[in-house]
């Protein structure tokens, strides 16, 4: 099935997007390619090139952080926030438990939207913080991986 764009209504019941007006999840429309991916493939590589933003809009998927199990994405949550914010590699590796529909932004799309929505930027990041107190912690690949030089040559997208 190929990459359709994400509906207001489709976005507006997710938190992330339930206090955007009109206008940004009209803008968001535009913006959020939504595909389906299959159980075992993986969204996201842990030291590979952040390539995109995504939005779990159904299914879960597997986080691990150096071959350790440190959360599950359901309906709602987001990956590639950290990546793309703090231009860093993958800090974790992401891959779909059942089969999942991500909304997906390109890092184009995804820095269009986070530098002129608030409400967007303020919950992405809080949630960076977050994920890098619990998931991460300071003695994680993701200390090591702000470190390295950002990287921006195309690895994969989801899309592929």
């Known amino acids: 099935m190929p990459p359709r764009h994400a509906s207001a209504p489709e976005l507006r019941r997710l938190a992330l997007f339930a206090h955007l007006s009109k206008q940004e999840l009209r803008c968001l429309e535009r ?19 952040c390539l995109e933003f995504g939005i779990v809009i159904e299914g879960t998927a597997l986080v691990t952080c150096d071959g350790h199990e440190v959360a599950r994405l359901e309906s709602g949550q987001v990956f590639g926030e950290i990546g793309i914010v703090r231009l860093v590699p993958n800090p974790v590796t992401i891959v779909a438990c ?58 994969y997208t989801l899309a592929s």
Not at 31 to 49: N, W
Request: net charge positive; charged share 20%; hydrophobic share 40%.
């Open 98 to 155: 059942t089969a999942v529909t991500v909304g997906v932004m390109s890092v184009r799309e995804f820095r269009s939207a986070y530098t002129t929505m608030s409400a967007l930027r303020d919950h992405i990041d809080h949630e960076i913080d977050r994920r890098i107190a619990t998931w991460l912690g300071p003695s994680s690949s993701v200390a090591a991986a702000q470190r390295i030089r950002p990287t921006h040559e195309a690895d």
């Open 31 to 49: 913006l959020c390619s939504t595909i389906p991916v299959p159980p075992g493939k993986v969204l996201a590589r842990q030291g590979h090139p």
